[in-house]
């Protein structure tokens, strides 16, 4: 699996009266805090149905360079980037026009060819000399979990918790406690929050009053 889906940061939960974004750049520390985020808040009063856009991750095939190897053997992160995506997804170097339409012409290994895990152990790719070298000699299979879905906002990624007021919930109670349960959380580096939707507009209402 070479990208995965990049959502637009308004298709999630914008209508929820609780909505709130946890951001940051490493999405391997900020998929985990907002689970213990999402079960903090769970347990406000006056809060229901609680959720997060995080659910959870997909295995993910990768080659996990190793630049040691690479600078010995001169070859660039670029290079293997470029080589993997071509020999994955194909490339388009042509075009072909009828009709006045254009048409990209595809270019692509067969299914069996395009498995780079099961493959690994064959792969080729070039050198800055133009000269092939074997995949496995500057990099490492590595089977994991990755996103299922990456959200952006501003080129940073998030995870959106959403929730609904219950019966006799108070917005303004469910924001103070949010906020209370928030403070007294240890952040990882580099993730903040954000209130979004209804809950921001209260917290601006508030402030200027």
């Known amino acids: 699996e070479l990208n995965p889906q990049v959502a637009d940061a308004n298709a999630f939960g914008n209508q929820a009266p ?3 974004n946890l951001v940051g750049e490493d999405y391997a520390v900020l998929a985990p805090f907002a689970l213990k985020v999402v079960d903090q808040i ?8 609680v959720q997060s856009t995080y659910n959870g991750g997909k295995p993910e095939f990768q080659a996990r360079l190793d630049p040691r190897r690479m600078k010995v053997l001169g070859v660039s992160g670029e290079q293997v980037g470029d080589e993997l995506r071509t020999q994955v997804e194909g490339s388009t170097p042509a075009k072909f ?3 006045g339409l254009d048409y990209f012409i595809r270019v692509r290994l067969e299914d069996g060819q395009r498995n ?3 493959n690994f152990a064959s792969v080729l790719v070039p050198n800055q000399n133009g000269n092939l070298v ?7 299979p590595v089977t994991t979990e990755g996103p299922s879905e990456i959200d952006r906002e501003n080129r940073a990624r ?3 918790v959403t929730g609904q007021l219950a ?6 109670n469910v924001l103070n406690d949010a906020d209370k349960i928030l403070k007294g959380m240890t952040f990882p580096p580099g993730v903040t929050y954000e209130k979004v939707g209804q809950a921001e507009d209260f917290h601006d209402l ?3 009053m």
Not at 42 to 49: E, N, T
Request: a positive charge; zero cysteines; hydrophobic letters at 40%.
């Open 116 to 118: 780079l895990q099961q």
């Open 97 to 99: 026009r009828q009709g």
């Open 42 to 49: 769970k347990a406000i009063p006056g809060l229901a149905d």
């Open 167 to 172: 019966p006799g919930g108070s917005l303004g």
């Open 134 to 140: 074997r995949l496995s000699d500057v990099a490492s």
């Open 206 to 208: 508030m402030v200027n």
């Open 18 to 20: 609780f909505t709130l």
């Open 158 to 160: 998030y995870v959106q």
